[in-house]
């Protein structure tokens, strides 16, 4: 079985910054794209950021030039730098991770259990 363990949500002041991290856990060959997703209350889930094992990312648009996603392979985690934060991007944020559990196989998708982010005005 593969766990996404997600940390450093919180309650943070427009503007402010947050870091939230991602780690992937359990016996698996290999990780491709990571990414993290948020959903607001009454709101579907939405995709935020994703970054393949090689490092190319994809950001919805609200939040190019103040989220910065990374990874750092050998750990399997993946993390989402949050900067000048609004309070549009209150949610709970999701990790998800596709992964392959031996070399070949196809690809399967896990989620963490989330992480709150509450922004204020």
């Known amino acids: 079985q593969v766990q996404l ?5 919180g309650l943070v002041q427009a503007g402010g910054s947050l870091r939230l991290s991602c780690a992937a856990s359990g016996s698996f060959f ?6 993290w ?3 607001a209350p009454g709101k579907q889930r939405e995709l935020v950021a994703t970054i393949t094992s090689t490092g190319s990312t994809n950001y919805r648009g609200s939040v190019k030039g103040r989220f910065t996603i990374s990874r750092d392979n050998p750990k399997n985690t993946v993390y989402l730098q949050m900067n000048s934060l609004k309070p549009e991007d209150t949610g709970d944020y999701f990790c998800n991770a596709y992964v392959q559990f031996y070399s070949g196989s196809y690809y399967s998708s896990y989620w963490g259990q989330g992480t709150q982010v509450t922004v204020s005005s």
């Open 37 to 39: 997703f948020r959903q």
């Open 5 to 9: 363990v997600e940390s450093g949500g």
């Open 30 to 35: 290999s990780i491709s794209t990571m990414g």
